[in-house]
């Protein structure tokens, strides 16, 4: 067999790396990436990003292209013996000079390029043990996004003639809603592994603008959770992934929570994602 493995699952976590199937993870990755650009480039490098105190909006595109660059280091496993030389080796890891939407470029044009070129079905490292490659499209798509908003609010913050319209705001529900899912099914139960995270309160995630499987199940649902102080949660996919990341969401309409609150400031207040 050429240069990589066929998929194994060793642990559910690996079974729901990939994500919905229904989703292009890689074109939605390019078109977030876009959107991320040109927020950066509406932006004060200096700018402070409230979701990520103490850092500045040059903090985070470098995080953003670190991690990037991290990630196509693990996919570069899966690359089958045809691939380019080009992408078996990183980039330069120093763009130069430029703008901050310049020099995180190329970072993202690598990420796409190594994840374009490796198999679907190949084997990589992931942060939940070996798994398709398709895990790092999905998980650097939702990497990018919430980094998208946390750029928006920095711009939001500020009195930037540039600050404009949310764009995040175009993204589909059907997007954040794999990102509910990835924090649900991969993120939290990769943190209960770590011992980062203890026991939650049961919680029922509903998107309510998003389908469910047919007539008795007519929005997304999800369970978080397992111990007493049940409670509901509903309202649109944007606004419960990014209250999930600890983002406000503040351009989303109000969650509705039904049953004990505390059960749901208590999921808000743990170590649910890293």
Not at 37 to 46: E, I, T
Not at 88 to 97: E, F, K, L, Q, V
Not at 164 to 189: K, N, Q, T, Y
Not at 214 to 238: K, N
């Amino acid at each position: 067999m050429s240069g990589w493995r066929a998929v194994v699952h060793h642990c559910p976590m690996t079974q729901h790396a990939a994500g919905s199937p229904a989703l292009d993870h890689l074109a939605e990755l390019a078109r977030v990436q876009d959107l991320f650009a040109d927020a950066v480039r509406r932006a004060s490098p200096d700018a402070p990003v409230p979701g990520c105190s103490p850092w500045t909006v040059t903090d985070l595109v470098e995080h953003v292209a670190g991690v990037h660059r991290w990630a196509a280091g693990h996919v570069r496993a899966g690359l089958p013996d045809g691939a380019p030389a080009a992408l078996r080796s990183p980039a330069d890891a120093d763009p130069g000079a430029g703008s901050l939407a310049e020099r995180y470029a190329p970072a993202a044009d690598e990420l796409r390029a190594v994840l374009a070129a490796a198999p679907p079905s190949a084997v990589v490292p992931t942060l939940v043990g070996d798994a398709p490659s398709t895990f790092w499209r999905r998980r650097q798509l939702h990497e990018v996004l919430v980094h998208l908003v946390d750029v928006e609010a920095a711009l939001a913050a500020g009195d930037l003639p540039g600050k404009g319209h949310a764009r995040s705001l175009g993204v589909g529900p059907a997007v954040w809603a794999d990102a509910v899912d990835e924090i649900v099914h991969v993120m939290a139960p990769r943190q209960v592994a770590l011992g980062r995270l203890d026991a939650l309160p049961s919680v029922r995630l509903v998107a309510d603008d998003v389908p469910g499987p047919g007539p008795d199940a007519p929005h997304r649902v999800w369970e978080l959770g397992s111990e007493p102080d049940a409670v509901e949660v509903r309202g649109p996919a944007r606004e419960l992934a990014l209250r999930l990341w600890r983002r406000e969401g503040d351009d989303a309409p109000t969650l509705t929570v039904a049953g004990e609150p505390r059960a749901w400031q208590a999921v808000l207040a743990s170590a649910l994602t890293p």
